[in-house]
Structures are given as C-alpha cells and as structure tokens.
C-alpha cells in the first residue's frame, strides 16, 4: 500500500483513502474498499442518516451492487417488487406499458424494486460497522481539499462543527461524495456541462391506510397540463411527484385520479412534501490527480427512470475495485483513468433517456405535441420495441475502454446472475465469482488462460464438469442460462472483472484471451504479471 508522509510539523492523521460525504454512494464506496483491504475514513457534516424520503426506485443491476456490499438479504425485507412502468395521458388512459416484473431477472433480482431511502442507509451504516477499515466521523464540515501540499498525497482540512477545532487529514486518494454543491468538485476545478433541462417539482411522501388506485407498479402521466409521476413505496406508503403550474396547487385536486381525501385529511398523513429543480448536468471532469467525484458531486439527472442513487452505486462500484488494486497491488495508475472514460459516456446516456422520459411527459401545448405523444404511443405498443426494454432494461454499454470487451455479443456487458449449485449448496452466481476477478469456463482452460488467472487472481469458474471440480476450480450447475448465453457470444470462457463486466473472451474453439496487451499493463504487476505465453498467444 502507498504510504505518503504528513507536514513534518502537524500532528494530523493519515489514512489511504478519504470519504467526503457519507451518504449511500460514500458509505458503499468505503465499504467496497473495505472489503478489498483499503482503510478509508468518511466525513459527514450531519450526525445521523437524513430521515426523510428522497431516493424509491433501483434496478437489478444496482440490487446486485447491494449483493456485492453484504446487505442484498437485508434490503429485501425492507424492499418491495414494482410491476414495471406505465405511461398515462392526460385523461389517465394507458399509452403504454412496460413490464418489469420478473422477480428473478436478467441481474437475479427483481427488475424494479422500490424502497424508502433513510432505511437503506441505515442498512449500509449497519454493515459499515461491521468493518474496522472504515472509520465515519459525523458532525465534521470539509472546508478544504488541497493537492500539491507539503508531504505530497491529498490534504483535506476539516472543522469540528461541535468544537469548532481544525484539523487535516491526509490521504492518497479522495472520493468526492459530497452531493449536487460539492466542495471537492469546486477543488479540483471542474464546472458544470449543463444539459438544458430543468424545471421545478413538488414531491409528496404519503402514509395513509385509505383506498387507493395503483397497478402496483409506476404511472408517469404524459400530461403538459400537469405532467406526474405516482407509485406505491411501501404497504401503506404512496410518492407522487408533480410538475408545479403558475398557480397554486391544491393537494386534494392533484391526487384524486388516486385517491379521495376526507376533507379532515384523516387518515392520510403527509411525510413530506418539497419542491425540487430539477436538472440535468455533468461535471466537465471527474477526477484530478488523486481526487474523484462520485454520485451527485459529478452529474445530475431528472428522477423520471429513477436512476440518480443508481448512477452514483454504479460509480462507487466502478471506482472502488480499480483503486483498491491500485493502491493495494501496485496496479499502473493509468487504471484509474478508466472510471471517467468509462461512467461518464453511461452516465451522460441514462441522463439523456431521463430527459428523453420527462419531454414525452411535458413536450408542451397544441397540435405538435399531441402529434408528437400520439406517436409515442404508437411506438410504445410496438411488441418488439416493449419486449426488449423489458428484457434488456434502460443500462446502455459502458464507455469504450481497454478493461471493456469489444466484440458485437458480449461488448461492456455484465454476466448474467442466475441460481448456481455448488458444493455449498444453491447459491447465486456472484457469491461463487468473489470480490476478484473470475473466469467462467464451459471448456477445460489452456495453459495460457490458468496462466492470466493465477496473474491476476481470479477464481476458475467451471460449468462443463457438473461433478466436481479440478486443479482448484470451482464446478458449478445453473438451468442452462450461462452456457446459452456463452453459445450465443460463440464463446468457450469470459474474463470478468470484479464489477462482473465482460472483460475478454475466449472464442470457440481457439483457446487464448483476447484482448490481454491492452488491459494487462494497466492490471497486472511485477510481483503478478501476465505470461509472455499469453502475451504471445493473444498478439497472433
């Protein structure tokens, strides 16, 4: 591990990482590290989690980044499956509707899942715990993130808001965590490349135990008159998000295509009700020297796919395994030069299909944007068109890269997570893969693909031998799904890095890694390199 050296003169602490904000993203960040061997400590100006409602929706891509933390068990019981999308027109007529309600899908999860937030944060506070690598320090304001200082490595100086007393830290790497105003952003120059979206919103967090009209799933109402977003949270717990007019808003009259309120308001208690702008921007630059940005600190997206919490667990979980290689192991530093070049581009795509979702549910007054609604509508019953956002869901393909496979089948894409038997029992496939990387094998490997997995310490996962493994491997049997889904790519192994990205392939019937002189001077180390054989055998 890097260790850098503090001002002769100061008594301040050291630490390899340095968490500003412990929200959702900085406390899974510091978990993730954790979990690879990186300390971090997390500074948070509030003492405890924010209690009100913010976040409600998440993916099954993001569920398996819960599963990746430790707390996918946790969450399910404090979580509630939705049935997919519904877009709604002004009268409340069905336009379109997207279903997403396998519970077990692509990911191994259900495909929407909805959930209070100040309750998954304390589920990640909980499981932070857990880990004496991290350390988090409430009641603590950041004031200043400086490189080039005295001592080298990051300085961060923090006040002490119940003493009022200074102090520094210093870090080899800092993650900015800190939110839509961050400081770290403000420190290592970044601007706003601003998206030409925004527009002011109430959103209305509801407990109440009176009849209400849902589908179990979400309604976005295509209305330019008074555009919404509704869904049910929880047993008894209701959000709908409204699009503010010049005027007063009457909260009776905006949920009656919902519910009917007593005019004594009994029985239907208000949790919350904010306005919000929202807008649609992104940090001209992610990282600068060893300081990052992660979740809100680098981008901004308006909540209509529900995909601003996820943006940011995608980041952490892209970020944390490249630094915790790069710090524990040596890796070239030039890894890390990946997370932008990689989130970025996916961050920029899920912002744009959220303002793409918001002009279809405010694309204006008269003739043209009716015209314009009547072909969404038409387009959106498209069997073809619904099939396959339903199972492909809204994550497009990471940023070309060189830890990205290039290939038409498997380009940027994660394994798919179905129920494996083991050994140990029936498990799902990313509990057998690990917190490093992974082959997964439907072949024998070659000497040249045991040769990069010993370099890089991945786990040898085979599916071809269903009674027992060989040499260290670790057997496993599914329904068919993983050898369907290599037979489909023409490929007889993957490479998968921890994130569970595709990585490299082996082709069928060739029996080398493609791919492994672009990405294994960024991974691999003098004490681990990548074989001359394999070099070799992937450069014919």
Known sequence: ?????????????????????????????????????????????????????????????????????????????IARPANGLRLLDARHRVMAE???????????????????????????????????????????????????VPGGGVRVTLRDEATDVVEHLWADAVLGCDGAG?????????????????????????????????????????????????????????????????????????????????????GFEVIRQARYTFRARVADRWRRGRVFLLGDAAHLTPPFIGQGLCAGLRDAYNLSWKLARELEQGADDRLLDTYENERKPHARRMIRLAMATGWAMTGGQGRAAAVRRTALGAACRVPA????????????????????????????????????????GRIRLDDVLGDSFAVLSAVPPTPAVRAVAQALGARIVRIDIPDGATAGDTAVTDDGTLATWLRAARADAVLLR???????????????????????????????????????????
């Open 498 to 540: 921890p994130d569970r990205v595709v990585m490299s392939i082996v082709p069928a019937a060739d029996g080398g890694l493609t791919g492994t002189s672009t990405w294994s001077p960024l991974l691999c180390t003098s004490r681990r390199p990548v074989p001359a054989a394999a070099q070799a055998a992937d450069d014919q």
């Open 385 to 424: 068109l619904t099939a396959y956002l339903t199972e492909h869901g809204l994550s497009p393909a990471l940023g070309r890269g060189p830890l990205v496979h290039h290939g038409r089948r498997l380009a940027s894409v994660l394994v798919p997570q179905p129920w494996v038997t083991t050994d140990r």
């Open 98 to 148: 997207f279903r997403r309600d396998d519970p077990h899908g692509y990911h191994g999860f259900p495909q929407t899942t909805l959930f209070d937030q100040p309750e998954l944060e304390r589920l990640l506070r909980r499981e932070l715990a857990r880990h004496p690598e991290c350390e988090l320090r409430g009641g603590v304001e950041v004031v200043a993130v400086e490189q080039d």
């Open 182 to 266: 961050s400081l770290t952003r403000d420190a290592i120059g970044a601007v706003w490349e601003d998206l030409r979206f925004e527009e002011t919103w109430t959103v209305v967090d509801v407990r109440t135990d009176l009849p209400v009209r849902t589908w179990e799933g979400v309604d976005q109402v295509c209305d330019p008159a008074r555009p919404g977003t509704f869904m049910r949270v929880g047993e008894d717990r209701y959000r709908w998000e409204f699009r503010l007019g010049a005027g007063s808003e009457d909260l009776r009259e905006l949920v009656a295509p919902w519910v009917e309120l007593p005019y004594d308001g009994e």
């Open 1 to 77: 591990m890097k260790a850098h050296q503090a001002d002769p003169g100061s008594a301040a602490r050291t630490a390899p990482v340095v968490i500003v904000g412990a929200g959702p993203v900085g406390v899974t960040a510091a978990i993730l590290l954790a979990r690879r061997g990186v300390r971090s400590i997390l500074l948070e100006r509030h003492r405890d989690v924010y209690p009100l409602p913010r976040a409600v929706a998440m993916d099954d891509e993001v569920r398996r980044i819960l599963q990746a933390v430790g707390i996918h068990e946790e969450f399910t019981a």
